[in-house]
């Protein structure tokens, strides 16, 4: 009998056969070689990016949040080096999300959320919330927005560690947009100034406790370590 494979029955169960078995390999294939990418990812990113120096800043104990966590890497190292702290991750790419929690695995006080961080609806509060390279990938108007949900998040004198490309020194931040480009193919890019985060952070309600240097070799990045003061 005619078949809409345009042969007999047999042969039309074994083409769906292995038409399956194909596709159940190359997605099998996909995830081991986007979490190998990944892996590879983690050390390039270790050694463009200091974590050390957000490490450095965060409690030996309670829960920190990561704003944007991409593939987990800043969550994980936080959760590998630091076993009594619980790392929440927050991410809006779904296939991020994917990756991330293949890492996840071998690590018990790390968890990844994959929604978009505005939207975040946890009835937990933090310690520490972090946000490493997120905000120049947004729109101006959600950074404002950024900072009061990290706000409403935090606990009374929870800290909150924001690092962004600097515009100073020039040929670091030329690195850091070339790079920029490269990775993301999008000329997408809204730089929040220094002074315009710490404006926005005072405006919600949050001290200045330090602004130091977190740049490497070749990129520039500033870090701004704010303190949610208590309201009276
Ligand atoms: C340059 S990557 C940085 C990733 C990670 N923080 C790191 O330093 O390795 C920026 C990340 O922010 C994520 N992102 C952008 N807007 C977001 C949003 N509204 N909520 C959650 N994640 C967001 C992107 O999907 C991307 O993974």
């Known amino acids: 009998?005619?078949?809409?494979?345009?042969?007999?029955?047999?042969?039309?169960?074994?083409?769906?056969?292995?038409?399956?078995?194909?596709?159940?390999?190359?997605?099998?294939?996909?995830?081991?070689?986007?979490?190998?990418?990944?892996?590879?990812?983690?050390k390039l990113r270790s050694l463009i990016f200091p974590f050390g120096k957000i490490l450095d800043e965060i409690p030996n104990k309670g829960k920190v949040l990561d704003v944007g966590c991409g593939h987990g890497t800043l969550p994980l190292y936080i959760a590998k080096n630091k076993r009594n702290v619980?790392?929440?991750?927050?991410?809006?790419?779904?296939?991020?999300?994917?990756?991330?929690?293949?890492?996840?695995?071998?690590?018990?006080?790390?968890k990844f959320f994959n929604c978009n961080f505005i939207e975040f609806k946890g009835n937990e509060k933090f310690d520490t919330i972090t946000c490493l390279d997120v905000l120049h990938h947004m729109s101006r108007s959600l950074h404002e927005k950024v900072i009061k949900k990290v706000s409403e998040l935090l606990k009374p004198n929870g800290i909150f560690i924001l690092v962004e490309i600097d515009r100073h020194p020039f040929p670091k931040y030329l690195c850091s947009r070339m790079h920029d480009l490269m990775m993301t193919k999008s000329t997408d890019f809204n730089l929040i100034r220094k002074g315009v985060a710490i404006k926005m952070l005072e405006s919600y309600g949050f001290g200045v406790n330090s602004i130091k240097d977190a740049s490497s070799a070749m990129y520039g990045r500033y870090m701004i370590i704010a303190k949610k003061l208590k309201r009276g």
């Not at 056969?17 to 990944?38: A, Q």
């Open 1 to 42: 009998m005619e078949t809409p494979c345009g042969s007999n029955a047999g042969d039309c169960k074994e083409n769906n056969r292995n038409t399956m078995i194909k596709l159940i390999i190359s997605c099998f294939l996909n995830r081991i070689m986007s979490v190998f990418t990944s892996k590879a990812y983690d």
């Open 86 to 110: 619980f790392v929440v991750g927050v991410e809006i790419s779904n296939k991020r999300v994917l990756v991330a929690k293949e890492k996840v695995k071998c690590f018990g006080n790390v």
